[in-house]
């Protein structure tokens, strides 16, 4: 799969988002990941749906909304008038799941399923059919420029393996939090297609620069085979 790069605003000059985005657009992301944080599910707070509405005003790449929020059934169609593109629910948030997901896609959205670092990838089980997107976080959420959990890898590597085996190849594998070139790397090779990444990219001098490196080693370096990963067609 392409190695997509999604540049988390929550690193961003949150009083000049315009800008912010159109310098990410130039330096060649991909997608926009837009962290929505309420207090309660995660010990922070940042923006909501009018917020999204602004940004789809000023850009055309797709927006990856991450809902970091209890009851996020009650939002969804507000995101979804806001412009999302992408709608990302944490599985401990949600007691109906399914029902959840089913009513992003109903909404012309994409449906995502974000699980905290200890959540097992078991509770994927059932909805394999009903996500577009998975993303694992590689931090506890709720801040940027946290340290990436070294458990990731192993569990991204057991997820593209659980999702090749279910005959879903087409679904994105997200890791947000502490993604830097080394980080990618390591994840991509796991099976990982989209590098979300806030501090890294955001904080850098050289935008451009930051975000090729977060797919530079994987989409040059040479394909090779590993057993772990037969049947992950990285194209
Ligand atoms: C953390 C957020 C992340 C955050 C990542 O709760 O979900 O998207 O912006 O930031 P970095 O890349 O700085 O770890
Ligand atoms: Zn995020």
Redesign the pocket.
Known sequence: MQILVAP?I?SADFANLASELKRAEVAGADWI?V?VMDGHFVPNLTIGSPVVASLRQHTKLPLDV?L?ISNPDQFLKAFAEAGSTHLTVHVEACTHLQRILSQIRLLGMKAGVALNPATPLDMLTYVLDDLDLV?IMSVN?GFGGQEFLQSTVTKVRALRQMLNNAGRHQVHIIV?GGINASTASKVIEAGANVM?AGKYVYGSADMSLSIASLRGNSSTRPRHHNPSVTGNHHT
Request: hydrophobic residues 40%.
């Open positions: 988390s929550l990941h962290d991450h970091m993303l959420p947000d979300v």
